[in-house]
């Protein structure tokens, strides 16, 4: 499967801005979807997750309350939206798919190609 990341972008702090992650195939109700970030000089890092069949969806503590994760009906695409950005959020944001939600990237099988989201202060 492909994922294909977008919705990056320049932001001021305090602002939104909404990635999606578009997978080449159906997605099914055992899978995670998961975003991950990476700052320069930085490993990369969870930032949210969602159960595909339940739509539970998981968040780092530094993005709870800010961040929303969710998926489509009927399509297979995840969006994250992400509110009061702040410039430590600044990274390349990674969508990810596996099988268990977790907050290793090791756990996921396959990976989008990334997107860069900027935050200025």
């Known amino acids: 499967v492909q994922l294909q990341a977008s919705g990056g972008g320049l932001v001021q702090a305090g602002g939104s801005l909404s990635l999606s992650c578009t997978a080449s195939?159906?997605?099914?109700?055992?899978?995670?979807v998961a975003w991950f970030r990476q700052a320069p000089g930085k490993e990369r890092e969870f930032v949210a997750g969602?159960?595909?069949?339940?739509?539970?969806?998981y968040y780092a503590d530094s993005v709870k309350d800010r961040f929303n994760i969710d998926r489509g009906d009927g399509v297979d695409i995840v969006q994250l939206r992400m509110n009061s950005l702040k410039p430590e959020d600044t990274a390349v944001y990674y969508c990810?798919?596996?099988?268990?939600?977790?907050?290793?990237?090791?756990?996921?099988?396959?990976w989008g190609q990334g997107t860069q989201v900027t935050v200025s202060s």
């Open positions: 969602i159960r595909w069949g339940t739509r539970r969806a």
């Open positions: 195939r159906r997605i099914f109700s055992s899978n995670v």
């Open positions: 990810a798919l596996g099988s268990t939600l977790d907050t290793g990237p090791s756990s996921y099988n396959f």
